[in-house]
């Protein structure tokens, strides 16, 4: 019956006038047909009708405000990661260009290991260097001391900054040591980078074949 009486609603809109109608259902499951989209309806799904009762539009629910954010949020991300992998790409183009076979990825590292060792020596020499000054410095104070004599302010600054440029000194000393011990692992790096580009990659060994039984081949005789 209720089917009837929206159908009988519906031609009387449609006879009514040549103008759209609308169809929705609403939060208790009735079916509504009116000629005018209520106001809270606007937003929710409906359907517009021709007055031959056809489907003219479909028109889906507006997406909440949440829901809008959601989207923009993994719109956003898309982006983010598509921009990644575009200047992951240029990287990789650049890093072939400038090693275009192992030996150069390898000749690279090397280079690196020279410059760092000979700025390692350096610092060495500086710190023995430094060292020295640092216990002249001291000991000409410890000697006023004992005599009785005040050590002068200059003396006392020139201590100070022996101390502040040997701890400097010490510090970058550690950081070359570090930076030179993982050079192998830098390497190690490069050249797996190198070889996943370029596809020349040690390939996986295929299995061999499992040995035969001699007792099966003695049967099979």
Not at 16 to 34: I, L, P
Not at 132 to 149: C, E, I, K, T, Y
């Amino acid at each position: 019956m209720r089917s009837l009486t929206a159908l009988v609603v519906l031609v009387a809109l449609t006879d009514a006038a040549a103008q759209t109608v609308y169809k929705w259902v609403d939060e208790d499951g009735e079916t509504h047909y009116s000629q005018t989209l209520p106001p809270d309806r606007v937003q929710q799904e409906h359907a517009q009708l021709d007055r031959e009762g056809r489907v003219t539009a479909e028109v889906a629910r507006a997406p909440t405000a949440e829901e809008r954010a959601e989207l923009a949020e993994r719109m956003r991300v898309e982006r983010d990661a598509s921009e990644r992998d575009r200047l992951q790409a240029q990287q990789d183009r650049l890093f072939l260009a400038a090693y275009p076979t192992e030996e150069a990825v390898t000749d690279s590292i090397d280079a690196q290991r020279d410059v760092l060792m000979a700025e390692f020596s350096s610092v060495d020499s500086l710190i023995e260097q430094a060292r020295v000054r640092l216990n002249q410095s001291v000991n000409q104070a410890a000697s006023m001391q004992r005599s009785g004599r005040e050590v002068p302010e200059h003396l006392r600054n020139d201590i100070a900054r022996a101390r502040g440029n040997l701890a400097e000194l010490n510090d970058r000393r550690a950081e070359l040591e570090d930076e030179i011990n993982g050079l192998d692992d830098l390497l190690a790096e490069e050249l797996a980078r190198f070889r996943r580009l370029t596809d020349t990659g040690p390939k996986p060994a295929e299995s061999d074949p499992a040995p035969s039984d001699p007792d099966d081949d003695a049967g099979a005789g």
